[in-house]
Nanobody
Framework: QVQLVESGGGLVQAGGSLRLSCAAS????????MGWFRQAPGKEREFVAA????????YHADSVKGRFTISRDNAKNTVYLQMNSLKFEDTAVYYC?????????????????WGQGTQVTVSS
């Protein structure tokens, strides 16, 4: 089981940037695909971005493509989400998740470990 702790959330004006970090503990991080999800008040949790175990393959939701970038540093057991050109509709709690597999996966059902979440609030 991988333990995950997110950080880097906060309040930012529309058009601004934030970088979320997710620190993982456990020996399986470097062999696990990782993902970021978000949940806004009154809405279902939605996929944001995913990355495979080596960082050579990534996928971003259409809603964030060109603005957000997922990356990872296996030496630091950390996955990142760089968020640029933030919009009001990006406001949500952002969750980091670790998969049970190495390859790129997008469904929440493929992720077995979740962080506690970090709040991102974008003011318009």
């Amino acid at each position: 089981q991988v333990q995950l702790v997110e950080s880097g959330g906060g309040l930012v004006q529309a058009g601004g940037s934030l970088r979320l970090s997710c620190a993982a503990s456990g020996r399986t991080f470097s062999s696990s695909a990782m993902g970021w999800f978000r949940q806004a008040p009154g809405k279902e949790r939605e996929f944001v971005a995913a990355i495979n175990w080596s960082g050579t393959s990534t996928y971003h939701a259409d809603s964030v493509k060109g603005r957000f970038t997922i990356s990872r540093d296996n030496a630091k057991n950390t996955v990142y989400l760089q968020m640029n050109s933030l919009k009001f509709e990006d406001t949500a709690v952002y969750y980091c998740a670790a998969s049970r597999v190495r390859g790129l996966v997008l469904s929440p059902a493929d992720f077995g470990s979740w962080g506690q979440g970090t709040q991102v609030t974008v003011s318009s």
